[in-house]
């Protein structure tokens, strides 16, 4: 036997006795297994989205995102159980993301003004950007499911994420010495996002849409300063 080549080879051995004794392979594996069980939701989620957007909420198959996907059936039901697991599950992520965006977008701001024309300008662009999930927002004619009790549930998942974002807009306001409630605010803000929302999803063009926003935001300038209290 050639001694000499396992020094040459400089092979790292570590005997049994002496591996690590922390948990450190086991983590490293489980962290790994973890990484990739969320790339496949991802990946699940984004087909789905695109399928329920395109089609419809019955005329998707599970089927259909499977073969999308280049999943087998059985791999799809370990990740979603029901077809309406998966659809609220799209709703929920897209709309955590959605309302995260918004905060982020008058994180710095500090007059109602500016705060008004960045929330609505954000909407805008992120209503090009994710067209699929303001397709399943505004159905326009496509299925959506009807589950006992899932749109009460969705509306209160909704007010919880959406309250960071109020939370930011009242701060602004009081800051600002509007004397407006931040409901009052916000309904007036979320019924034109709305109608913002269906229009890009009926095919209005982006350029359209900034300039009919800019209409709105004098409207809610005007109104805010009316509200204007002495500070």
Not at 51 to 67: H, N, Y
């Amino acid at each position: 036997m050639d001694l000499a080549f396992f020094s040459r080879a400089r092979v790292n051995f570590r005997p049994i006795g002496l591996l690590p004794t922390d948990g450190s392979i086991i983590m490293s594996i489980e962290e790994r297994q973890q990484r990739e069980r969320e790339a496949r939701v991802r990946v699940i989620l984004e087909a789905a989205n695109g399928l329920f957007a395109r089609q419809g909420f019955q005329e998707t198959s599970m089927s259909d995102i499977a073969a999308a996907c280049e999943l087998g059936k059985a791999t799809l039901y370990y990740y979603f159980p029901t077809k309406e697991e998966l659809y609220g599950e799209i709703i929920r992520s897209h709309t955590a993301g959605y309302y995260r965006l918004l905060v982020e977008s008058i994180a710095q701001v500090d007059q109602p003004d500016e705060m008004v024309r960045c929330l609505i300008h954000e909407v805008v662009h992120m209503a090009y950007q994710d067209t699929d999930f303001f397709r399943l927002l505004f159905p326009m004619g496509k299925s959506a499911p009807e589950l006992p009790g899932w749109n009460r549930e969705q509306r209160q998942e909704e007010q919880q994420l959406r309250q960071p974002l109020e939370d930011r807009m009242q701060t602004v306001l009081s800051r600002a010495g509007v004397a407006m409630p931040v409901a009052t605010l916000s309904g007036l803000i979320w019924s034109y996002l709305s109608g913002l929302g269906l229009k890009s999803v009926q095919g209005t063009g982006r350029q359209k849409l900034e300039s009919e926003a800019e209409s709105f935001l004098q409207m809610v300038n005007e109104f805010m300063e009316r509200n204007v209290t002495e500070r």
